[in-house]
């Protein structure tokens, strides 16, 4: 089990780079993650296998640069 989402929120706010690559975590958790990460001028790397294409797009719209898909 990967960090619990409020670890992440708070690094997130901090600017920090987060690879959740390794880890599972909801769509909506997701969200607003790349969100934060926008506003912070963060980064997020997303594990893009574990995600629907429709989840993806959502991310990707949010996220611009600030987010990258592995697959």
């Known amino acids: ?18 690879d959740l690559s390794e880890h599972s975590y909801l769509p909506q958790t997701l969200e607003t993650l790349v ?18 294409p429709t989840t993806l797009e959502t991310l990707a719209r949010i996220g611009g640069s600030h987010v990258t898909f592995r697959f």
């Open 1 to 18: 089990m990967g960090p619990l989402p409020q670890t992440l929120e708070t690094l997130a706010r901090l600017g920090a780079r987060l």
């Open 35 to 52: 969100r934060i990460a926008v506003g912070s001028g963060g980064h997020i790397v997303i594990n893009a296998s574990k995600c629907l």
